[in-house]
């Protein structure tokens, strides 16, 4: 079975500074998509950052970044320069190229907070 | 503007009130899907569609219905909800085929069943 797992409940971060989260993801696809998706409160889902994984260059968005390492299953988004609007439940989301559904699988979901 | 709408936005009722969430998306996409998401499971795909008059169940469609009758709406149906669907709901939408796979979500419908 397909898994995306998020073993980080919740993270906090002092403004300006950088933050990882964590996610680790289970398949045996080998061409897939992996996603962050944020949810400030709002409640709106935002894409942050994707990865494809045939691509071993790491994904960047300004500030946002991502680990990706194929082999040990393992998709971490780091955030720079951390600002109080970064404050949201961050997801973690796969989906393998060759689907029929369009369903993204999810991990349990970080909600990070940052302090000024 | 590129979307996808939800309506309604909250929504409170009581077990056995059949109720129904509507959707829509402007994008012309094909596939549409159905989530819910609940505190520590994340998001699952309750329902999906690949275009018009094609649904399939997706992870968790007990207590679920959906139709597809125009490639616009994808309508979520509740014909006897239970306390057990409280949740917030969301509906997504994206391209066929193997393209970048990003769905586009609609903002969120927070149910409450008594």
């Known amino acids: 079975a397909q898994t995306v797992t998020q073993s980080q409940p919740e993270m906090s971060v002092q403004e300006a500074e950088t933050v990882t989260l964590s996610c680790t993801y289970d398949?045996?696809?080998?061409?897939?998509?992996l996603f962050w998706y944020k949810q400030p409160p709002s409640r709106q889902m935002i894409l942050v950052i994707r990865?494809?994984?045939?691509?071993?260059q790491n994904a960047t968005e300004n500030r946002f970044s991502v680990n990706f390492q194929k082999a040990a299953k393992s998709f971490s988004l780091k955030i720079s320069d951390s600002q109080l609007g970064d404050a949201a439940m961050y997801f973690c989301?796969?989906?393998?190229?060759?689907?029929?559904?369009?369903?993204?699988?999810f991990g349990q979901g970080t909600t990070l907070q940052v302090k000024p | 503007e590129a979307q996808v709408t939800q309506n309604p936005r909250y929504l409170i009722t009581v077990t056995g009130k059949k109720l129904t969430v509507t959707c829509s998306q402007n994008?012309?996409?094909?596939?549409m899907s159905w989530y819910r998401q609940d505190p520590g499971l994340g998001l699952r795909q309750i329902y999906y569609?690949?275009?018009?008059?094609?649904?399939d169940k997706g992870d968790v469609p007990e207590g679920y219905k959906v139709s597809r009758k125009e490639k616009r709406n994808f309508p979520l149906i509740l014909e006897s909800p239970s306390p057990n669907q409280t949740s917030l709901y969301f509906c997504?939408?994206?391209?066929?085929?193997?393209?970048?796979?990003?769905?586009?979500f609609g903002p969120g419908t927070r149910l409450t069943v008594t």
């Open positions: 989301a796969y989906t393998p190229l060759w689907s029929n559904t369009g369903k993204l699988i």
């Open positions: 997504a939408s994206s391209l066929s085929g193997t393209s970048s796979r990003e769905q586009y």
């Open positions: 994008m012309n996409h094909e596939y």
């Open positions: 990865q494809e994984a045939y691509k071993q």
């Open positions: 569609s690949m275009n018009v008059e094609v649904t």
């Open positions: 398949t045996s696809e080998s061409d897939y998509y």
